[in-house]
């Protein structure tokens, strides 16, 4: 059977048997375009380039590519300038629909694929003409399958698609960002059920995966990291740039004299605190009451506010289950082999363009 999204995009663009070259991961967001290639040496998997390409607000909104000429001539300066030639590449999840299905359990994975597809407009809101999905089993019940899936519009997966490959790079791979995610954060062979909070600049994404890689809850909230910056900002009246490197140093640690700070900035965090804890109670409450949702045993913080000094303890507080910074790095080669050439606190915002690469050498 397919395994996941992926699989099926692969099969949709089936990359030429001679392709040897290094495939970039690349992750397209409102921000920008993030990029990281991957290559095996004798130590490892190594990172071989990366970069961050910033562009105007309004090229990519709520996950719809507004302005795609803006987008390629990103895309082509990083061809140009980096030789990146081959990519597999995230489709965004605000455009994604997860579903979850029982199906009559059968041993052949083409016709448990089958059997989804002949009902997946009834698990999503798009005519089944109009879908692709990739499907995974979960559990099985006797003679019921337990499956979970992720599926996208036709439209979402050509537009993006055809403005990668109108830049001069040629697209192996296409899937969900929240497939990407665990593979770069998750240890390999990790069949725990996590929550990972991707605590980005404007928004933060949470995700539950079960058994280590199969997403089955997402969302998106309007709380970013940025509004962090402005507390600092406001509070000692300095430049945006300073107010970056404050919040860095001091974090939400409780110290002599800052009383007033962690007020300002708690304030703020607090939303996404209660947030958290809100999406906790609901799946750990599923998972009492529903014998294919397993119980989060652990939250994986994510994303370019994910470093944030304090912030595990201060989550933890809440939910009860341990909460760490995410380790982008903890599938390539060992650190006291090969020093990464991304800085750990920027390397969080990388998670999704390591974990498409990683495809390539951890095709799960």
Same mark, same amino acid.
């Given at each position: ?226 509004? &962090?910056?402005?507390? @600092?900002? #406001? ?5 945006? $740039?300073? +107010?970056?490197?404050? !919040?860095?140093? *001091? ?20 939303? &996404?605190?209660?947030? @958290?804890? #809100? ?5 750990? $409450?599923? +998972?009492?009451?529903? !014998?294919?949702? *397993? ?70």
């Amino acid at each position: 059977m397919a395994q996941g999204l992926s699989r099926t995009f692969r099969a949709l663009f089936p990359p030429p048997r001679f392709l040897k070259m290094p495939t970039a991961g690349i992750d397209m967001s409102a921000s920008g375009v993030k990029f990281v290639v991957l290559n095996r040496s004798v130590k490892g998997v190594v990172i071989e380039a990366f970069g961050t390409y910033r562009f105007k607000k309004g090229v990519i909104t709520d996950g719809d590519l507004v302005e795609r000429s803006t987008l390629q001539t990103v895309l082509k300066r990083i061809q140009k300038e980096h030789g990146v030639h081959f990519a597999n590449i995230a489709l965004p999840e605000q455009k994604s629909y997860l579903f979850q299905a029982k199906v009559p359990y059968t041993a052949d994975d083409a016709v448990l694929r089958a059997s989804v597809a002949q009902n997946i407009s009834e698990q999503v809101p798009l005519p089944a003409s109009e879908a692709r999905f990739g499907a995974d089993r979960l559990s099985r019940e006797k003679d019921i399958q337990h499956v979970t899936g992720v599926a996208y519009a036709r439209r979402v997966v050509s537009e993006y698609s055809d403005a990668v490959s109108a830049s001069g790079i040629t697209v192996k791979a296409m899937e969900s960002e929240m497939n990407a995610v665990p593979r770069a954060l998750l240890s390999q062979g990790d069949t725990g059920t996590c929550m990972i909070v991707d605590f980005g600049r404007t928004t933060t994404k949470i995700m539950i995966i079960q058994d280590g890689k199969h997403p089955l809850f997402a969302t998106t909230l309007d709380i970013g990291g940025h509004a &962090l910056t402005q507390a @600092v900002q #406001k509070f000692y009246n300095v430049t945006e $740039d300073e +107010a970056k490197v404050i !919040k860095r140093e *001091k974090g939400i640690i409780p110290e002599e004299g800052n009383v007033g700070y962690l007020s300002s900035v708690l304030t703020t965090l607090s939303g &996404l605190r209660d947030e @958290v804890s #809100k999406r906790f109670e609901y799946w750990q $409450d599923r +998972a009492r009451n529903e !014998k294919s949702v *397993k119980p989060i045993e652990m939250i994986v913080l994510a994303g370019g506010n994910g470093s944030l000094r304090g912030l595990p303890e201060y989550l933890m507080a809440s939910v009860g289950v341990p909460v760490r910074t995410g380790d982008p790095f903890v599938n390539l080669a060992p650190f006291n082999e090969v020093v990464p050439p991304i800085e750990f606190e920027q390397s969080l915002s990388y998670s999704v363009a390591i974990g498409l690469a990683l495809r390539e050498f951890n095709d799960d």
